[in-house]
Every structure is written in structure tokens, then in C-alpha cells.
């Protein structure tokens, strides 16, 4: 197996093209994150109930897993660069529509298609990555795109505060043109999509799906800027041998007899699923309304997301100096039992508070303890879950089913993400403490399935893995 390690790698280049992927990360966050301080402006727009808000708010990833699943299986037809050009306009699109939207329901049709680009870029910027970085690196390398991802949440939660401030600490307030200040929070993300769409012309084509479409001599164009001549001819051979050779890589490639995926489809199944099933976008979704709930004014509460995010931020780059040294599966066993903790004390503060009206109101120290306890959590998931899911899914598959297994991979993450965001507003108003629960026992559980069924995949050629 040739390694193409980065002594003889032109650094320059990939970290070009990493620095242009990872540009959908950042708005994949700020898209997220957006919503996030809009809320009251949303309600007093759109007149919502809590199931209203958690739809509107959720909608995001109704595009999201659609965006997931069709952005895998058109990346083997169109190619990892076209597909992320494509998500590019609707980032654009989706960012001017929700902006300007008149009612419920072109809001949410424009939601939906941001979260297309959302889920598309989610899957693809990690694949694209790790198609181009040499193995002992990948990990680094990849994570960078956890780092833009909560890089782009807090651009959004420092925009949205800005725009709250101007506005008088209140996001219904006019400002410029007759908008609101919610909905310049939304029209702020057309710059860096606009962006993301011109770089993106000045980046070459992952040199494995070039190869699984024939087109050989550009794949070995690409390699050799890569990682020079010596290294391109011999890699070129072992990406070739990794697929199969009586057809072109297709959606039932992932298929197994009588378990109905492959084994390693349903290993990035769990990993994918249970990042989402520990809660964590409730907090970036959400966060707002839970640092209102410890007793923070709107203003205060949008401050708390900035250090939330910043917090979160600082553990990604914790990761980078990890990830190919430590591993990826110890990273996350690390999170899941931190994760559990943390959770557990959030629990136990949430079971003190009373409800004011439809409001919980926390004793004295306990809202402290609950947020101490959250920034910690947040920190934990993006040492371990958040970036580690992302690295794992776009490496640990084989070169034949990589952008099948990722269609598969991509969907069920972002529809358990659906699922979380959906379901948080009113499972809030039952009970706060009873949401945190299900989230502690989910971290719980992700620790021996993770056990058990992932394995490492630190310093591995992409043409190594199976399964």
C-alpha cells in the first residue's frame, strides 16, 4: 500500500482545498445556528404554537436529510465538486427566501431548501476531504470541518447578537429596508454562500471518483499535483483495484443478504444516529430558550451562545491534536462517558425548577449548575461525537459504496436530527427534565454499541477499508 505521506504531499494545494470544502461546514453551522435567537421573531411573525415553532424551526432538516441522502447518490453520477456547487446556490437561495419570506409557508420551503445545502455539504465537504488528504493526517485534516461547522454557528450567534443589540434587544424590532432584525439574521448568510459557490471553481475533482468514472488520465493529473509523480502512478493502481470491475459504483453496493446493509453501513448507521440521539442540537437549536429557562434575560441568553460556541470552537481544535494520535474510537468513548455525566447533572438541576406560567424557573445556584453543566457537554461533544462522526463517516467506507453508504449514513443523521429538534419544544413544556433523561441514557448507550461494533480506522489508506 503506497502511503502518500505529507512530506511528499503539496500541502499547499490540499490545504486549499480543504480550506474551500470546509466553507460549506461554516455555513452548514451558520444555517443551524441561525435560527437560533429568530424565535420570537418567527413567533410574533408567523403567530406559532410550540409545535408551530418546533416545525418551523425543525423544517431546516426536512431538507436536511433529503439533501444527505441525494447529495451521496448524485456524487457518484456528478461528482463530489458539481454537487457541492449545486448546494452552494441553494445556500444562496434558501438564505435570501428565508429573509424575506411573507408567511409560514414559504419560510419553511425556503428552510427546506438551505437545509438541503446543509445536508449535502454535511456529507460531502468530510468525503472530499478525506479523498484528498494523505492518511496520517485525514483525521486533522477532516476535523477541520467540525471546526467551520461550529465556526459558522457562532459567525450566526455574534451576527444575530449584533443585529439584537441594534435592534434594542428585541429581534421584532425594524431596522434597515423595513426588515426586521430576525430576518437580517437569516439574509447575513448570502455573503459566505456566495463565496463558497465562486471557490468552488477553483478546485479540482476528487481523484476516486474520477477514477470510478474512467476518466483516468485527469485522476492521475489530480494525484500527481497531490502528492507529486513518484506517488500518483502507484496510487492511481491501488484506487483502481478498490472498485469493483463489472460496474460503476450504485446505490446497492450498501446491500447485504439477510441484515439488509453491509456490516460497515450499519456501523456508520450507529455512529451517525447517536450523535444526534445525545441531544446536542437542542442546545445549539434551542440554547436560547434553555439559558432563558436559568433565569437569563434574551440578551444575556444570546451572550451565552457566543461563549457556548467559542467553548465548542476551542475543544475542536483539541481534536485536531488528537485525532491521528489518540484515535478515533477513544475520542469517542471519552465523549459518550463524559457526555452521560454532564447530562445527568443537567437532570438533576432541571428536577429543582418550577414552573412560572409556561415558564421553569431554576433555585438560586441550580441555573448556574445546569449551564455550567451544558457548556461542559457542548465542550465533551465536540472533542469526541461532533468531530469524530464526521472524520469517521467520510473515511471508514469502501471506495465502492463510500458515496452510496454515505446517502444511507447522511439520512438516518440528519432525520434523528429531525426527530430531536421536532420534538424538543414540547417535550419541553411535559417536562425539561424528562427530555434530558432520554438524552443521558442515549449517551449511555452509545458507549458499548461503540464498543463493540466500531473499529479504528487511525493512519488507514482509504483502500484499505472494508466491510
Not at 437545509?115 to 486533522?140: F, H, K
Not at 497531490?226 to 492511481?236: E, Q, R, T
Amino acid at each position: 500500500m503506497t502511503e502518500a505521506s505529507p512530506e511528499r504531499a503539496n500541502m499547499g494545494f490540499i490545504g486549499a482545498i480543504v480550506a474551500v470544502a470546509t466553507i460549506g461546514g461554516f455555513l452548514f453551522g451558520y444555517d443551524s445556528g441561525a435560527v437560533n435567537g429568530t424565535q420570537n421573531g418567527l413567533k410574533a411573525a408567523f403567530e406559532l404554537s410550540p409545535g408551530g415553532l418546533g416545525f418551523t424551526v425543525g423544517s431546516l432538516l426536512i431538507g436536511c436529510f433529503i439533501g444527505a441522502f441525494f447529495a451521496g447518490t448524485l456524487a457518484e453520477s456528478m461528482g463530489r465538486r458539481n454537487v457541492m456547487r449545486i448546494a452552494s446556490v441553494l445556500f444562496l437561495g434558501g438564505a435570501l427566501v428565508q429573509g424575506f419570506a411573507s408567511s409560514q409557508t414559504i419560510f419553511v420551503i425556503s428552510r427546506m431548501i438551505g437545509g438541503m445545502a446543509v445536508g449535502a455539504a454535511s456529507v460531502l465537504s468530510p468525503a472530499y476531504i478525506s479523498e484528498v488528504a494523505p492518511a496520517s493526517i485525514r483525521g486533522r485534516m477532516t476535523t477541520v470541518q467540525q471546526i467551520m461547522i461550529i465556526a459558522g454557528l457562532t459567525a450566526a450567534a455574534i451576527v444575530n447578537y449584533f443585529f439584537q443589540q441594534a435592534a434594542g434587544n428585541d429581534s421584532t424590532h425594524v431596522l434597515a429596508f423595513g426588515l426586521s432584525a430576525w430576518r437580517w439574521m437569516f439574509l447575513a448568510q448570502a455573503i459566505p454562500a456566495a463565496v463558497f459557490l465562486v471557490a468552488l471553481f477553483f478546485v479540482p475533482e476528487s481523484p476516486r471518483y474520477l477514477v470510478a468514472r474512467g476518466r483516468l488520465d485527469e485522476a492521475s493529473g489530480v494525484l500527481a499535483r497531490l502528492f507529486g509523480n513518484s506517488v500518483a502512478s502507484a496510487k492511481l493502481d491501488e484506487i483502481r483495484a478498490s472498485f469493483s470491475t463489472d460496474h460503476r459504483p450504485r446505490l446497492s453496493d450498501v446491500l447485504a443478504p439477510g441484515t439488509i446493509f453491509r456490516p460497515i453501513v450499519w456501523a456508520g448507521l450507529i455512529i451517525a444516529v447517536f450523535q444526534q440521539l445525545v441531544g446536542i442540537n437542542v442546545i445549539f437549536y434551542y440554547g436560547a430558550t434553555l439559558w432563558q429557562a436559568a433565569g437569563f434575560s434574551e440578551s444575556q441568553a444570546l451572550l451565552t451562545t457566543v461563549i457556548n460556541n467559542s467553548i465548542s470552537l476551542a475543544a475542536c481544535f483539541i481534536t485536531v491534536g488528537l485525532v491521528d494520535k489518540v484515535g478515533r474510537k477513544p475520542l469517542l468513548l471519552i465523549g459518550s462517558a463524559g457526555m452521560a455525566i454532564m447530562l445527568f447533572i443537567m437532570v438533576f438541576a432541571f428536577s429543582t425548577g418550577t414552573l412560572v406560567g409556561t415558564t421553569l424557573t431554576l433555585p438560586g445556584h441550580m441555573g448556574m449548575v445546569a449551564v455550567t453543566a451544558a457548556l461542559t457537554y457542548a465542550a465533551l461533544f465536540n472533542i469526541s461525537w461532533g468531530p469524530v462522526m464526521w472524520v469517521m463517516l467520510g473515511e471508514m467506507f469502501p471506495n465502492q459504496i463510500r458515496g452510496s453508504a454515505l446517502a444511507v449514513a447522511g439520512f438516518a443523521q440528519w432525520f434523528a436530527n429531525y426527530l430531536i429538534a421536532q420534538s424538543f419544544p414540547v417535550m419541553a413544556q411535559w417536562s425539561l427534565a424528562g427530555s434530558y433523561t432520554f438524552y443521558a441514557v442515549s449517551a449511555v448507550i452509545s458507549f458499548f454499541l461503540v464498543q463493540k461494533f466500531i473499529h479504528e480506522t487511525k493512519g488507514k489508506e482509504l483502500e484499505e477499508m472494508h466491510g
